[in-house]
């Protein structure tokens, strides 16, 4: 009996241990099967910040990097880890203390979110334009303790913008001006035509050495007249092109050697052709304009710049640097040189046609428009920015 009792009781306390140590797997169980889906979470959330394609990253009060994503770290060309505890000023914007009008104070201060800055950073000899978006991260006690900045690359959309209104201001003069530069050839040819008639036969038509050399002004006027018809022609009509693939680095060696006018020799070009240039589909002599254009504008600045400072008696050195280089599906060749620079205020119209700031008589204005042009038939683009001083211009050519 005593025994029996004994067992009841020491199987009774057996089930409860063991309903006990069910309910602690249970619930041990249950905690486990819920951390799932918190981690996938976290998980998922990381992803997320990865896979955005904009730049973003996370600074402390102190404007070090405390967290970034993928994007950021593929736009500044580091690791993520590299980065952490960096200042965010010299990673990111190229720069050596903290950036002029850096809104990242003001946001830790106030509280509220800044948007869409313009920002530019300048590597080498490009440069890119931001829309840079800031907001505050605040802590248990609703102090600012972090702030997430967003970096959102806008160059292309500004590029193509910039193609379009050019476009569209050429569309609008084109059809008239292909209409009056056809009619105006006619009697152009016709008045130098006759001015070539009169020179080879004074006697005949009674000139003395002064009705000479006015006739060889209106000679020289109608061939300027002439030029700006057949720069006006080029504009407002497809040109018939004759596509081929071209060593692009061969091309522009070439043309760059091959320029001989005046004031030319005495500045220096500096040529840094990139070693994978794969070649281009274009018409070599249409890019050839191009660059013959391009360098003459760049050479009349540094000389313009030359003269500027003799007049001072100082001594200036001018150069041109040309480069090519890979940059993605397209190849990059850019000319800077450190002549005068291009006010901001007139930037926006020198791709205008007829837009010149030349003396009266020494330039049409259709050198660049002609260029972009060209350019934009080769289905790329042509910009120009200010990098560090230098005025760069640079195309984009896509590769096939
Ligand atoms: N490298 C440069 N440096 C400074 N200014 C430049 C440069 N390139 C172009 N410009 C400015 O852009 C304007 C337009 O250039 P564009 O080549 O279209 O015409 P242009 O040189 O004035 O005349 P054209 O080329 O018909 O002789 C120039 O008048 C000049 O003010
Ligand atoms: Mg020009």
Same mark, same amino acid.
């Given at each position: ?14 089930? %409860? ?5 069910? /309910? ?8 486990? /099967? ?9 998980? *998922? ?5 990865? $896979?955005? /394609? ?36 010299? #990673? ?16 830790? $201060? ?6 869409? @800055? ?8 490009? +440069? ?9 991260? #605040?802590?248990?006690?609703? =102090? ?9 690359? #806008? ?9 379009? #209104? ?8 084109? @059809? ?41 002004? !209106? ?6 007249? $002439?030029? %700006? ?8 009509? =497809? ?46 002599? *249409? ?8 360098? $003459?504008?760049?050479?009349?600045? @540094? =000389? ?15 150069? @041109?640097?040309?480069? +090519? ?16 620079? %291009?006010?901001?205020?007139? *930037?926006?119209? !020198? ?5 010149? +700031?030349?003396?009266?008589? *020494? ?38």
């Amino acid at each position: 009996m005593g025994t029996g009792y004994l067992s009841y009781i020491f199987l009774t306390a057996f089930t %409860i241990l063991c309903l006990i140590c069910v /309910k602690k797997l249970w619930s041990f169980f249950k905690i486990r /099967k819920d951390a799932v889906p918190v981690l996938n979470v976290k998980r *998922q959330l990381e992803t997320v910040f990865d $896979t955005i /394609k904009d730049s973003i990253c996370i600074i402390d009060r102190d404007l070090k990097i405390a967290r970034v994503n993928q994007s950021y770290a593929k736009s500044v060309g580091k690791s993520i880890k590299s980065v952490l505890s960096e200042n965010c000023w010299s #990673v990111f914007w190229n720069n050596k203390r903290v950036c002029e009008n850096c809104p990242v104070g003001e946001v830790f $201060t106030r509280g509220e979110a800044v948007e869409n @800055i313009d920002f530019t950073r300048n590597s080498g000899d490009e +440069t890119s334009y931001y829309k840079v978006s800031i907001f505050p991260v #605040v802590d248990s006690a609703g =102090k600012v303790c972090r702030v997430i900045e967003c970096i959102r690359d #806008v160059t292309s959309e500004k590029r193509v913008v910039e193609q379009l #209104v050019r476009s569209e201001k050429l569309a609008s003069i084109g @059809i008239m001006t292909a209409g009056v530069a056809h009619e105006m050839n006619n009697p152009l040819s016709g008045i130098s035509g006759t001015a070539l008639n009169m020179l080879k036969m004074p006697h005949k038509y009674g000139l003395n050495p002064k009705g000479v050399s006015r006739i060889e002004m !209106i000679l020289e006027s109608s061939g300027k007249a $002439t030029q %700006i018809m057949k720069g006006l022609l080029h504009l407002s009509r =497809k040109q018939d092109s004759v596509k081929v693939i071209v060593d692009l680095n061969a091309l522009v060696s070439r043309t760059v050697d091959d320029i001989h006018f005046p004031g030319a020799a005495e500045i220096e070009k500096k040529i840094e052709l990139g070693r994978w240039v794969p070649p281009v589909t274009c018409d070599p002599n *249409q890019i050839e304009q191009v660059i013959v254009n391009i360098m $003459t504008n760049a050479t009349q600045s @540094i =000389k313009e710049k030359i003269s500027l400072y003799e007049s001072e008696r100082r001594f200036f050195e001018g150069y @041109i640097k040309i480069s +090519t280089c890979r940059r993605g599906d397209n190849i990059l060749l850019s000319f800077a040189d450190n002549g005068m620079g %291009i006010p901001s205020e007139i *930037q926006p119209r !020198i791709f205008d046609p007829f837009f010149t +700031t030349r003396p009266a008589g *020494q330039g049409t204005g259709l050198g660049l428009s002609i260029c972009n042009r060209i350019i934009e038939e080769h289905g790329g683009k042509l910009f120009f920015d200010e990098v560090d001083g230098l005025s760069v211009f640079s195309i984009t050519l896509p590769l096939q």
